[in-house]
């Protein structure tokens, strides 16, 4: 069978591949325990059955209705979310629209920090916008996300009134639990739920992802059948080769690779990698234990990161993306003069020559002692995109169980938490804020 997403080992040293295939009886045991519903984080399966489910509910449809009404008169989608409730959307707006495309309404991202200055300046840019608002929370209670949404709310109101407000807000957050699913409660919001047993970083293919992807003007239909074909060809019997990625993720940290760098060539991928980060950084870097995911974008990053990945220390590899089919047929032009020496591009695709630099980066590579997996994906559209991401998350939660670890969960996020409102003087934190404090003018002397 033909699948969108070929994995394809040429560039792998052959000892590092034997390790790999070592690891599959590891792998297909943790195959069977997460598609049996079992193991640590069993409770948090919800996505694996999640695309197919997905295609057959009404949730499509009002997805798209409530899509083309915030849409309606707005130039402006606020969508308000932090993690995993906004990396996906972002990942695949930026990966599929235009570039440089002119786009109504324009579909913007706060609420994923906390930078004064940036909320500020998206605060005026709306002053004399029509906006909607899609705030995003699991929990309810996110503070970033909940700072955005306090301001944002208010602009809102001052501009339209908090009747018609409320007609432009969507909160999409838990079932039952949480400040945000309260306060939509209260004020009447049409909302949409994140399944209890769905996290944040596995929630692309819920209405997480899929409303603000809607409101970009993006079809979701081909995302969804896409990741339930990846859902499919995942299950049992699975192609061979689909195990390779989560067994050589363990097979190069056991040997020392500490690092894998997600590498790709298009520009409009760079959120694809940055969600990439966070579902792997999140899911398997506890204990103790974990490749720690980084990305570059190339060739860009071969002139600045490129001398490190050549001849720096040896603790990484490469897990390379490759889009086979972009869609650009721009080709070099021929050149009377040829004073830049570029004629013998001439008639070649830039996609070509992109191509060329990837082949030619992955020999160098090789021979500086840095190996890189190549994932080929056919084309880059929703349905191929809905693939990889749906292959990534399988891939994740083998990888997670075959290191050990519990794929689905992330208690290290709170450390953070913890001691800034014990900082900010939260109520409830008094003992943490004085503990915290001495150390702090410790720190000072
Ligand atoms: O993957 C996760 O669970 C996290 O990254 C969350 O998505 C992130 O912390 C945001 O949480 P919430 O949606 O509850 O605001």
């Known amino acids: ?46 996505w694996l059955n999640w695309p197919s489910t997905m295609l057959e509910s009404m949730d499509m449809r009002r997805i798209m209705a409530t899509s083309k009404r915030l849409c309606r008169d707005t130039d402006v989608i606020l969508v308000i979310g932090i993690g995993g409730s906004y990396l996906g959307a972002k990942a695949i707006i930026e990966a599929l629209r235009e570039p440089y495309a002119p ?47 306090r301001i944002f709310k208010t602009l809102l109101e001052e501009q339209v009134g908090k009747e018609a407000a409320a007609q432009r ?5 838990d079932a039952h639990r949480g400040a ?50 990846a859902e499919k060809a995942l299950k049992n019997p699975v192609d061979r ?22 590498v790709h060539y298009e520009p409009a991928l760079g959120f694809v990698a940055e969600w990439w980060k966070q579902l792997f950084g ?45 869609g650009s047929t721009l080709r070099i032009e021929n050149d009377a003069l040829d004073s830049d020496g570029l004629n013998y591009l001439a008639g070649r695709r830039i996609d070509s020559v992109n191509a060329h630099a990837m082949q030619a980066t992955m020999l160098a590579h090789a021979d500086g002692g840095a190996p890189s997996l ?42 953070y938490k913890n001691n800034m409102f014990a900082l900010l003087e939260k109520p409830g934190h008094e003992a943490a804020t004085k503990t915290l404090k001495k150390r702090l003018e410790g720190l000072q002397k």
């Open 282 to 326: 999140e899911s398997e870097g506890k204990a103790g234990k974990g490749l720690f995911p980084a990305s570059v974008g190339y060739t860009t990053d071969l002139h600045s990161l490129g001398q490190y990945v050549q001849e720096g220390e040896r603790h990484l590899f490469e897990t390379v993306l490759a889009i086979e089919e972009t």
């Open 374 to 415: 190549l994932l080929r994906l056919k084309h880059l559209d929703a349905y191929h995109l809905g693939w990889l991401l749906y292959y990534f998350q399988w891939s994740c939660a083998l990888s997670g169980i075959v290191l050990g670890v519990n794929p689905f969960d992330q208690p290290g996020v709170e450390a």
């Open 241 to 262: 080769q689909f195990y390779l990625y989560p067994a050589l993720r363990n097979a190069f940290y056991a040997a020392g690779r500490k690092i894998e760098l997600f």
């Open 103 to 149: 786009a109504t309404p324009e579909v913007h991202f706060i609420g994923h920090h906390l930078s004064g200055r940036e909320i500020e300046g998206l605060k005026a840019y709306l002053r004399d916008k029509r906006f909607a608002i899609n705030v995003i929370s699991k929990s309810g209670t996110t503070t970033e996300p909940a700072v955005a949404f």
């Open 180 to 229: 945000l699913r309260e306060l939509a409660e209260r004020e009447g919001y049409e909302t949409y739920v994140i399944p209890d047993d769905i996290g944040g970083r596995y929630s692309v293919f819920t209405a997480v992802g899929l409303l603000p992807i809607a409101c970009a003007g993006l079809e979701i239909a081909p995302l969804i059948t896409g990741a339930e074909a």
């Open 1 to 46: 069978m033909i699948h969108p997403l070929h994995i394809d080992t040429h560039s792998i040293p052959s000892g590092m591949l034997s390790e790999a295939q070592a690891l599959f009886p590891a792998v297909m045991t943790a195959h069977r325990q997460l598609h049996e519903g079992r193991g640590p984080g069993a409770e948090y399966h919800g």
């Open 169 to 173: 807000i969507v909160a999409t957050t």
